[in-house]
């Protein structure tokens, strides 16, 4: 079994649905991702109720299971790095059972969860039919799968092929929340 680690890294200046994927990011304390349009201490929402609020950034680096494009592609789905959306392409770990407060080691940086990615209707404009498959009924729940949300505790540079580590927050554990 491979150990979990980076696959890729993305980044967009502009509001765009994908993010373009590059060799490296840089990850800023506090800030997000340098040269990424959503970094800041403060959010950037583009649609939904929280548009024009000033609200501190839960959602500075979007990490996405590569997991998930083996199950679209099964679908008849194929999916590239950055395709939606995500900073940090990750292997070999379960980001959606984490709970909130768990931190990320990306191979220095270090990035602590704070929710789930909320799959919205620019999914399906994406690749129609793409939101059955990231967004699941189970059991009388609804499963997000498009990743989670984090913020920058630890800076530095983050590149494909770094080791990850996870350290969970103290008990009890919450279950992370879409943001």
Do not use: W
């Amino acid at each position: 079994m491979t150990p979990a680690h980076v696959v890729a890294v993305s980044r967009d200046d502009a509001h765009r649905f994908s993010k373009v994927p590059v060799e490296a990011i840089t990850l800023v304390e506090g800030h997000g991702i340098e040269g990424d349009v959503h970094a800041g201490a403060m959010m950037k929402h583009r649609y939904g109720p929280h548009r024009g609020r000033t609200l501190p950034n839960l959602r500075q680096v979007h990490l996405l299971q590569s997991e998930l494009f083996d199950e679209a592609r099964e679908h008849g789905f194929e999916l590239g790095p950055g395709d939606l959306g995500e900073n940090v392409l990750t292997a070999g770990i379960d980001l959606l059972t984490l709970p909130e407060g768990t931190l990320v080691d990306l191979g220095g940086p270090v990035v602590r969860l704070t929710g789930l990615r909320n799959p919205c209707v620019q999914i399906s404009r994406f690749r129609k039919g793409l939101m059955r498959v990231v967004l699941e009924k189970r059991d009388g729940t609804t499963v997000r799968k498009v990743g989670v949300m984090s913020v920058v505790e630890r800076g530095g540079v983050v590149r494909p092929g770094a080791p990850l580590a996870v350290t969970l927050p103290d008990a009890p554990h919450v279950p992370l929340v879409p943001l």
